[in-house]
Nanobody
Framework: QVQLVESGGGLVQAGGSLRLSCAAS????????MGWYRQAPGKQRELVAG???????NYADFVKGRFTISRVNAKNTVYLHMNSLKPEDTAVYYC??????????WGQGTQVTVSS
């Protein structure tokens, strides 16, 4: 079994920054893709950013130039650096990991609230 634990959410004013972290633990051989998704009230969960084990990244258009995803493979950890936050970025942010020989896992979510 694998657990993903997120941290770093909170309340920030528009234009501010936050860094989310997600650490995977448990029976891990290796992790393929990792990513961040978000879900706002009344909306579907959507991809924010993803990163492969080799460091290739992809971003949703609505965060390009503002958010940066990174990971430290040795620590099974992925980060999301969020700059120039907007009120519409308010959502619960979820970490996701595709673990080799195990499956896909989700974190419990961390709330990000951006005030105007």
């Amino acid at each position: 079994q694998v657990q993903l634990v997120e941290s770093g959410g909170g309340l920030v004013q528009a234009g501010g920054s936050l860094r989310l972290s997600c650490a995977a633990s448990g029976n891990i051989f290796s992790i393929n893709d990792m990513g961040w998704y978000r879900q706002a009230p009344g909306k579907q969960r959507e991809l924010v950013a993803g990163i492969t084990s080799g460091g290739y990244t992809n971003y949703a258009d609505f965060v390009k130039g503002r958010f940066t995803i990174s990971r430290v493979n040795a620590k099974n950890t992925v980060y999301l650096h969020m700059n120039s936050l907007k009120p519409e970025d308010t959502a619960v942010y979820y970490c996701h990991a595709d673990v080799t020989r195990s499956g896909r896992y989700w974190g419990q979510g961390t709330q990000v609230t951006v005030s105007s």
